[in-house]
T-cell receptor
Framework: DSGVTQTPKHLITATGQRVTLRCSPR?????VYWYQQSLDQGLQFLIQ???????AKGNILERFSAQQFPDLHSELNLSSLELGDSALYFC?????????????FGEGSRLTVL | EDQVTQSPEALRLQEGESSSLNCSYT??????LFWYRQDPGKGPEFLFT???AGEEKEKERLKATLTKKESFLHITAPKPEDSATYLC???????????FGKGTMLLVSP
């Protein structure tokens, strides 16, 4: 158990809909990362937050947005969903800001768009 | 742009048959190379961090090594419980974020 909690574990929805994925980082971790994993693309970095502020952006679509709240949990919002958005979405956390050292991953949220 | 290429994509071994997985990378100033293990339906689990060429790390049957262009994950006398996807990732001098390879799916048969 990494200490990172993600909900829901599975989500099935239709094209055009909007969903919210939630992540609670390990106790004491200030940095939260979101990754998307699909069969053909592997793990793709989406966005990083540190202590409530956005710190880095990767290949995140404009239809996607995220935020980190004062209690440090984070939410990833996916809107106008398309079939290609079906993937595993992982949240990860670490204590500090620098991208070195161990990154702790949650078990992921599997999104299926029909 | 950082690039990480892992080979082979899949590897099937018999229990006890040692082998190596490869991770080649192109980065602007390597600041760290990471190995993760991922079981089906689970999140990646950290194994090793390597920071400079010549460095080696070991954990049970796994040994990771690093050169200036690639890293190897050596698996000695593997067991079925070593079956998983092994992911390699790098961080560059900008400390921007981890860039992952697509992984090597390892299956160890009894």
């Amino acid at each position: 158990d990494s200490g990172v909690t993600q909900t829901p574990k599975h989500l099935i929805t239709a094209t055009g809909q909007r969903v919210t994925l939630r992540c609670s980082p390990r106790s004491g971790d200030l940095s939260v990362y979101w990754y998307q994993q699909s069969l053909d693309q592997g793990l793709q970095f989406l966005i990083q937050y540190y202590n409530g502020e956005e710190r880095a952006k990767g290949n995140i679509l404009e239809r996607f947005s995220a935020q980190q709240f004062p209690d440090l949990h984070s939410e990833l919002n996916l809107s106008s969903l398309e079939l290609g958005d079906s993937a595993l979405y992982f949240c990860a956390s670490r204590r500090g800001l620098a991208n070195t050292g161990e990154l702790f991953f949650g078990e992921g949220s599997r999104l299926t768009v029909l | 742009e950082d690039q990480v290429t892992q080979s082979p994509e899949a590897l099937r071994l018999q229990e006890g048959e040692s082998s190596s997985l490869n991770c080649s990378y192109t980065v602007s100033g390597l600041r760290g190379l990471f190995w993760y293990r991922q079981d089906p339906g689970k999140g990646p689990e950290f194994l090793f961090t390597l920071y400079s060429a010549g460095e080696e790390k070991e954990k049970e049957r796994l040994k990771a090594t690093l050169t200036k262009k690639e890293s190897f994950l050596h698996i000695t006398a593997p067991k079925p419980e070593d079956s998983a996807t092994y992911l390699c990732a790098v961080v560059d001098s900008g400390y921007s974020t981890l860039t992952f390879g697509k992984g090597t799916m390892l299956l160890v048969s009894p």
